[in-house]
């Protein structure tokens, strides 16, 4: 850390917190008034910028800049920013792993020192996206019953009331109760995890017989045994020892079985030491589906993933600086707030914020506990992992102010859903969003973090809440020691960035300000194909009846009259069904959106509990999931008492990770994709994620809707869409009395009850002391140890990319382009999933035909997602997408006219068959290119394809620089051109001459073989993106650095 020649040391200071001396740059000291009229997330721009000024990466005049941000932020001015951290999941992470192998290589090859490449500040890596939801409910199709996966009776016992349990007995009347046993035992759980699907049991000796006494049963030691009990001796705990001992049923430690401790029968025979049991559904008295799916389902995905495992492993021993979270353990935005984030660094006595980058754009989530950080791409997140600043436009910042009280029925989802609309409307791309406002005082920290988790949602690059008394709360309530809290709020005070929500003189100046009025936000869901077309539960019934008849696009699917009755019948499970328009085939519980918010998450669970007490259902062809973000959602469902309600309702637990919010949904039950594709329905998928756009979900769900956890189950229950709440009842009761949404829906105030009892932080102390400790699995791989990374090279899913293979240590500088082709010719809003897909491979692909000819079947073909190590499979994949609009070919896919022929192939045998005839290509595109996630791929594909330039009438923030980090050229056509406006079919050849005198924001002519000529912007929006340019990329700019 800096000392006195520091060109800001006037601004050191010391804080004595807890008799403990702290460091920290006082930017009160630098007795500026405009200090403190900035926003909050701009002074943490600012502190960045004084304590890494070195007049070199980050200069004294960036530090003036950013405190004029009033002048400034509206007129294009760049500054650096030295984020504190990085994190990554492993579908960016691997290639990012690989690029650092990669260039360890290309630094000895160039004679340098490959050490030198190593992550310098912290990267932590959370393995969360490779799982899949191969196995659910609705495909344990073996079972007899919906609940049970394995053979025996379904049962008619109340899952609640202890039945009799006979141990040692085959066809056993097993009781969902630790308390009765025939033979003389006790049953316990000795070793259960919660992100693991067995449980190993071994017996109690009738010694530990169960009490139900109130005191804390301390035993002789002077340690309660109960993990979580703090209690003394004797000492009543009445808030504490219910929700803690309960518990019991999941620690290591010894279980004393308090009453009601546990639905699974524990079944471990006498003799019979290491025999696993398997929890019971407590309704079947058979196997729980959900112990069946997740266990499956891990086994799958170590089985596809095992070489990427490995190298990841390999890369968490040879790179300094870089945590792995091991598969299994949660989903990376979750694992970060509950876990990771720091809030304040305390590096060697020195306090400075936390802030960061990720490689996913949703690490804007963290935004909620006050740290500022936003998604990048895999190659700047690497720049940042090599010591480099970021380079960004000094943002506008949009004061969102929340004010106003949320209707009871209402959610937080709702909420982000209704914000997001709002903020797309007023567009606030490239922007920052900062929330004030006195609702923000009332808005949970879990709520705010939902609400910054859709930030790429409404395109803002962050939407961030200061730091105030919920957040210090917050970060005591997830187990954050004391010493560590009582820093960090010492810090925030003396440094201003910390504030009081309800009180308007702390609020800083903002560029434009907007508001919500909490009272007005409505039940909502979004959809059918995008995270902003809010619809209001009360017209989805309509808005789908529209959506099919309206022609195709973002609300339509032009299904002629004569088909919008279609039904197909089909039989599951022996039983005849129908499939119609509308009707949900998929609801998951999903995404850390929510499932890192306890009280929708909670919600969710009380509404499965009064459906099923009210004699409600989801039918069992409808593939319903829950995948939690952490293992502390199964300890407070669990322990809150509605695990087996959502079970009973299909909502087991498959997996820890992103499943379907990442469209790893896996397949639907044969008899349903059948249906789906014989009649060409619109089945919908629900789902409590962030993004629907068409074929993410499933390729077969073409609506997909966003909603609440509490939506997806009340829609799993209705099993349609297409219902209006108020008026269309769900079912009937045993009475034969309908039931209506209304009747089951808990009130805010009875989940606030259910989480304030259960939310403790010993849950997050349980999960989050052994999180890096991995499973069996896991530890059980062996990885190389080497310097330099062993490739394989029979490995399919592990390979040394290209990039480096013929580089040199000088500069090549600016590259041209000469009578290219369009290898494209691309219409509004292509994402980059339709760039670089993230789904499953199919069998008629170019990735495929590459695979098959390394001896794969499809079943071993895994993702694009899981295949990003290597770059064969990705350059094959890239605009491999199904839904991809290509105006030079007729029918969506990925395919394209191969212009000199005229023939219509596969858009990489086009751009290797351009290659072979040593022709350039580009990309002609509409609006938004490259909005959706943050994806390298969608900038190294089109790079191995050929592609020099993409022309495009606007770029996604995030594609953008990463199009210049490949050393492609980003150009963007003058405001009111359009390849139409202009008379560009895409069969003709562009030349662009790029001069040596290229500066930020010029503009460039475009030649067209026609004779046509028109000028466009060159997006090289700072001088180091020229720099990375010459170079032929950010990362051969850093090696040429390294040497
Ligand atoms: S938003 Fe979805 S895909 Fe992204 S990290 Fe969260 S769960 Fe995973």
Same mark, same amino acid.
């Given at each position: 850390?800096?000392?006195?020649?520091?060109?800001?040391?006037?601004?050191?200071?010391?804080?004595?917190?807890?008799?403990?001396?702290?460091?920290?740059?006082?930017?009160?000291?630098?007795?500026?008034?405009?200090?403190?009229?900035?926003?909050?997330?701009?002074?943490?721009?600012?502190?960045?910028?004084?304590?890494?000024?070195?007049?070199?990466?980050?200069?004294?005049?960036?530090?003036?800049?950013?405190?004029?941000?009033?002048?400034?932020?509206?007129?294009?001015?760049?500054?650096?920013?030295?984020?504190?951290?990085?994190?990554?999941?492993?579908?960016?992470?691997?290639?990012?792993?690989?690029?650092?192998?990669?260039?360890?290589?290309?630094?000895?090859?160039?004679?340098?020192?490959?050490?030198?490449?190593?992550?310098?500040?912290?990267?932590?890596?959370?393995?969360?996206?490779?799982?899949?939801?191969?196995?659910?409910?609705?495909?344990?199709?073996?079972?007899?019953?919906?609940?049970?996966?394995?053979?025996?009776?379904?049962?008619?016992?109340?899952?609640?009331?202890?039945?009799?349990?006979?141990?040692?007995?085959?066809?056993?009347?097993?009781?969902?109760?630790?308390?009765?046993?025939?033979?003389?035992?006790?049953?316990?759980?000795?070793?259960?995890?919660?992100?693991?699907?067995?449980?190993?049991?071994?017996?109690?000796?009738?010694?530990?017989?169960?009490?139900? @006494?109130?005191?804390?049963?301390?035993?002789?030691?002077?340690?309660?045994?109960?993990?979580?009990?703090?209690?003394?001796?004797?000492?009543?705990?009445?808030?504490?020892?219910?929700?803690?001992?309960?518990?019991?049923?999941?620690?290591?430690?010894?279980?004393?079985?308090?009453?009601?401790?546990?639905?699974?029968?524990?079944?471990?025979?006498?003799?019979?030491?290491?025999?696993?049991?398997?929890?019971?559904?407590?309704?079947?008295?058979?196997?729980?589906?959900?112990?069946?799916?997740?266990?499956?389902?891990?086994?799958?995905?170590?089985?596809?993933?095992?070489?990427?495992?490995?190298?990841?492993?390999?890369?968490?021993?040879?790179?300094?600086?870089?945590?792995?979270?091991?598969?299994?353990?949660?989903?990376?935005?979750?694992?970060?707030?509950?876990?990771?984030?720091?809030?304040?660094?305390?590096?060697?006595?020195?306090?400075?914020?936390?802030?960061?980058?990720?490689?996913?754009?949703?690490?804007?989530?963290?935004?909620?506990?006050?740290?500022?950080?936003?998604?990048?791409?895999?190659?700047?997140?690497?720049?940042?992992?090599?010591?480099?600043?970021?380079?960004?436009?000094?943002?506008?910042?949009?004061?969102?102010?929340?004010?106003?009280?949320?209707?009871?029925?209402?959610? @937080?989802?709702?909420?982000?859903?209704?914000?997001?609309?709002?903020?797309?409307?007023?567009?606030?791309?490239?922007?920052?969003?900062?929330?004030?406002?006195?609702?923000?005082?009332?808005?949970?920290?879990?709520?705010?973090?939902?609400?910054?988790?859709?930030?790429?949602?409404?395109?803002?690059?962050?939407?961030?809440?200061?730091?105030?008394?919920?957040?210090?709360?917050?970060?005591?309530?997830?187990?954050?020691?004391?010493?560590?809290?009582?820093?960090?709020?010492?810090?925030?005070?003396?440094?201003?960035?910390?504030?009081?929500?309800?009180?308007?003189?702390?609020?800083?100046?903002?560029?434009?300000?907007?508001?919500?009025?909490?009272?007005?936000?409505?039940?909502?869901?979004?959809?059918?194909?995008?995270?902003?077309?809010?619809?209001?539960?009360?017209?989805?019934?309509?808005?789908?009846?529209?959506?099919?008849?309206?022609?195709?696009?973002?609300?339509?699917?032009?299904?002629?009259?004569?088909?919008?009755?279609?039904?197909?019948?089909?039989?599951?499970?022996?039983?005849?069904?129908? !499939?119609?328009?509308?009707?949900?085939?998929?609801?998951?519980?999903?995404?850390?959106?929510?499932?890192?918010?306890?009280?929708?998450?909670?919600?969710?669970?009380?509404?499965?509990?009064?459906?099923?007490?009210?004699?409600?259902?989801?039918?069992?062809?409808?593939?319903?999931?829950?995948?939690?973000?952490?293992?502390?959602?199964?300890?407070?469902?669990?322990?809150?008492?509605?695990?087996?309600?959502?079970?009973?309702?299909?909502?087991?637990?498959?997996?820890?990770?992103?499943?379907?919010?990442?469209?790893?949904?896996?397949?639907?039950?044969?008899?349903?994709?059948?249906?789906?594709?014989?009649?060409?329905?619109?089945?919908?998928?629900?789902?409590?994620?962030?993004?629907?756009?068409?074929?993410?979900?499933?390729? !077969?769900?073409?609506?997909?809707?966003?909603?609440?956890?509490? !939506?997806?189950?009340?829609?799993?229950?209705?099993?349609?869409?297409?219902?209006?709440?108020?008026?269309?009842?769900?079912?009937?009761?045993?009475?034969?009395?309908?039931?209506?949404?209304?009747?089951?829906?808990?009130?805010?105030?009875?989940?606030?009850?259910?989480?304030?009892?259960?939310?403790?932080?010993?849950?997050?102390?349980?999960?989050?002391?052994?999180?890096?400790?991995?499973?069996?699995?896991?530890?059980?791989?062996?990885?190389?140890?080497?310097?330099?990374?062993?490739?394989?090279?029979?490995?399919?899913?592990?390979?040394?990319?290209?990039?480096?293979?013929?580089?040199?240590?000088?500069?090549?500088?600016?590259?041209?382009?000469?009578?290219?082709?369009?290898?494209?010719?691309?219409?509004?809003?292509?994402?980059?999933?339709?760039?670089?897909?993230?789904? @499953?491979?199919?069998?008629?692909?170019?990735?495929?035909?590459?695979?098959?000819?390394?001896?794969?079947?499809?079943?071993?073909?895994?993702?694009?997602?899981?295949?990003?190590?290597?770059?064969?499979?990705?350059?094959?994949?890239?605009?491999?997408?199904?839904?991809?609009?290509?105006?030079?070919?007729?029918?969506?896919?990925?395919?394209?006219?191969?212009?000199?022929?005229?023939?219509?192939?596969?858009?990489?045998?086009?751009?290797?068959?351009?290659?072979?005839?040593?022709?350039?290509?580009?990309?002609?595109?509409?609006?938004?290119?490259?909005?959706?996630?943050?994806?390298?791929?969608?900038?190294?594909?089109?790079?191995?394809?050929?592609?020099?330039?993409?022309?495009?009438?606007?770029?996604?923030?995030?594609?953008?620089?990463?199009?210049?980090?490949?050393?492609?050229?980003?150009?963007?056509?003058?405001?009111?051109?359009?390849?139409?406006?202009?008379?560009?079919?895409?069969?003709?050849?562009?030349?662009?001459?790029?001069?040596?005198?290229?500066?930020?924001?010029?503009? !460039?002519?475009?030649?067209?073989?026609?004779?046509?000529?028109?000028?466009?912007?060159?997006?090289?929006?700072?001088?180091?993106?020229?720099?990375?340019?010459?170079?032929?990329?950010?990362?051969?700019?850093?090696?040429?650095?390294?040497?």
């Amino acid at each position: 850390m800096p000392g006195e020649s520091h060109p800001y040391s006037e601004c050191i200071d010391r804080l004595q917190v807890n008799g403990k001396d702290y460091n920290f740059y006082n930017l009160t000291k630098l007795q500026d008034s405009r200090y403190e009229k900035l926003p909050y997330s701009v002074r943490v721009l600012l502190e960045s910028a004084v304590r890494n000024c070195d007049n070199f990466l980050v200069q004294v005049e960036d530090v003036k800049k950013i405190l004029d941000w009033e002048l400034n932020q509206s007129n294009s001015t760049e500054v650096p920013f030295k984020p504190s951290r990085v994190i990554l999941q492993d579908f960016t992470g691997v290639p990012a792993v690989v690029d650092f192998a990669a260039m360890r290589d290309a630094v000895k090859n160039l004679g340098g020192d490959p050490e030198k490449i190593n992550p310098v500040c912290p990267a932590d890596l959370v393995i969360d996206h490779s799982v899949q939801v191969d196995v659910a409910r609705s495909l344990l199709s073996s079972a007899p019953n919906p609940g049970g996966g394995r053979s025996g009776k379904a049962s008619s016992v109340s899952p609640f009331k202890p039945q009799t349990f006979t141990a040692g007995n085959s066809s056993p009347k097993l009781a969902p109760s630790y308390n009765n046993s025939s033979n003389g035992h006790q049953w316990r759980q000795s070793s259960i995890d919660p992100t693991q699907s067995r449980i190993r049991l071994r017996p109690h000796s009738k010694r530990s017989r169960p009490t139900k @006494s109130p005191l804390c049963e301390r035993n002789s030691s002077s340690k309660c045994e109960k993990q979580f009990c703090n209690s003394s001796v004797g000492q009543t705990a009445p808030e504490l020892i219910p929700a803690v001992h309960n518990l019991s049923r999941f620690p290591r430690a010894p279980c004393k079985g308090a009453a009601g401790c546990c639905r699974e029968a524990c079944c471990r025979l006498p003799g019979n030491e290491n025999k696993v049991c398997d929890p019971l559904c407590p309704f079947h008295m058979k196997i729980s589906v959900g112990a069946e799916a997740l266990e499956q389902n891990q086994n799958m995905e170590f089985e596809r993933n095992k070489e990427r495992f490995n190298f990841l492993k390999w890369g968490a021993k040879a790179l300094k600086n870089m945590l792995i979270v091991p598969p299994g353990s949660g989903i990376v935005h979750q694992v970060n707030l509950e876990y990771l984030a720091r809030l304040v660094f305390c590096d060697d006595g020195w306090l400075y914020p936390d802030s960061l980058v990720g490689t996913d754009s949703h690490t804007t989530m963290i935004n909620g506990l006050g740290v500022v950080g936003w998604g990048v791409g895999g190659i700047e997140a690497e720049a940042v992992m090599l010591g480099q600043a970021i380079s960004m436009v000094l943002p506008e910042v949009i004061g969102y102010r929340i004010h106003g009280v949320l209707d009871p029925k209402t959610t @937080s989802t709702d909420v982000v859903l209704t914000i997001t609309k709002h903020l797309r409307q007023i567009g606030v791309v490239g922007k920052f969003v900062e929330f004030f406002g006195p609702g923000v005082a009332d808005l949970s920290l879990a709520d705010r973090a939902t609400i910054s988790n859709m930030c790429p949602e409404y395109g803002a690059t962050v939407g961030y809440f200061p730091p105030d008394a919920a957040t210090i709360s917050y970060l005591t309530q997830t187990g954050r020691s004391t010493d560590r809290v009582a820093y960090i709020e010492a810090y925030l005070k003396a440094n201003r960035l910390y504030r009081d929500f309800t009180d308007a003189s702390e609020d800083p100046v903002f560029s434009k300000i907007v508001e919500l009025d909490l009272s007005t936000v409505v039940a909502c869901c979004s959809g059918p194909k995008r995270p902003h077309d809010k619809v209001p539960v009360s017209d989805m019934m309509a808005d789908f009846k529209s959506c099919l008849n309206n022609k195709v696009g973002f609300k339509g699917f032009a299904i002629p009259a004569d088909k919008q009755s279609t039904v197909l019948p089909f039989v599951y499970e022996g039983q005849e069904y129908t !499939l119609t328009h509308g009707d949900v085939v998929i609801a998951a519980i999903t995404s850390c959106t929510n499932t890192s918010n306890p009280s929708v998450m909670l919600g969710a669970g009380l509404l499965a509990k009064n459906a099923v007490e009210n004699g409600l259902g989801v039918k069992p062809y409808i593939k319903t999931s829950l995948s939690p973000g952490s293992g502390v959602v199964t300890y407070y469902l669990n322990e809150s008492g509605v695990t087996p309600y959502m079970e009973k309702l299909g909502f087991d637990i498959v997996g820890y990770g992103c499943m379907t919010c990442i469209g790893n949904s896996g397949p639907l039950p044969e008899p349903v994709s059948e249906a789906i594709e014989k009649g060409d329905l619109v089945t919908c998928g629900v789902l409590s994620g962030n993004r629907n756009f068409e074929g993410r979900i499933h390729p !077969l769900t073409r609506a997909n809707y966003l909603a609440s956890p509490l !939506l997806v189950v009340a829609y799993a229950l209705a099993g349609t869409v297409s219902i209006d709440f108020e008026t269309m009842p769900l079912g009937n009761n045993a009475e034969g009395k309908p039931v209506y949404l209304r009747d089951i829906w808990p009130t805010r105030a009875e989940i606030q009850e259910v989480e304030k009892r259960v939310i403790v932080p010993a849950l997050y102390n349980k999960v989050y002391g052994s999180i890096t400790d991995g499973n069996e699995k896991w530890n059980s791989l062996a990885a190389p140890t080497s310097q330099l990374y062993p490739w394989d090279s029979e490995s399919t899913y592990i390979k040394s990319p290209p990039f480096f293979h013929n580089m040199t240590r000088e500069v090549p500088g600016y590259r041209q382009v000469e009578n290219a082709f369009a290898l494209l010719n691309l219409g509004d809003s292509v994402t980059t999933d339709h760039i670089s897909p993230a789904g @499953s491979i199919a069998r008629t692909s170019a990735a495929a035909r590459y695979l098959a000819g390394r001896g794969l079947t499809p079943k071993d073909f895994n993702s694009y997602g899981a295949r990003r190590g290597n770059d064969d499979v990705m350059a094959r994949g890239t605009f491999a997408n199904i839904r991809l609009v290509n105006k030079l070919v007729s029918r969506a896919g990925p395919r394209t006219l191969h212009i000199p022929s005229g023939e219509e192939m596969d858009v990489f045998d086009a751009a290797d068959r351009y290659k072979s005839e040593d022709h350039q290509v580009i990309i002609l595109a509409g609006k938004e290119y490259g909005s959706g996630s943050s994806r390298d791929w969608a900038a190294k594909g089109p790079y191995l394809l050929g592609v020099r330039a993409v022309i495009a009438e606007s770029y996604e923030r995030i594609h953008r620089s990463n199009l210049v980090g490949m050393g492609l050229i980003p150009l963007q056509y003058q405001r009111g051109d359009t390849a139409e406006s202009l008379g560009l079919t895409g069969k003709e050849k562009f030349t662009i001459t790029v001069p040596s005198d290229l500066s930020t924001g010029q503009l !460039l002519t475009v030649k067209v073989s026609t004779g046509k000529e028109f000028q466009a912007l060159a997006r090289f929006d700072t001088e180091v993106e020229l720099e990375y340019f010459k170079n032929g990329g950010i990362l051969n700019y850093m090696i040429r650095k390294m040497l």
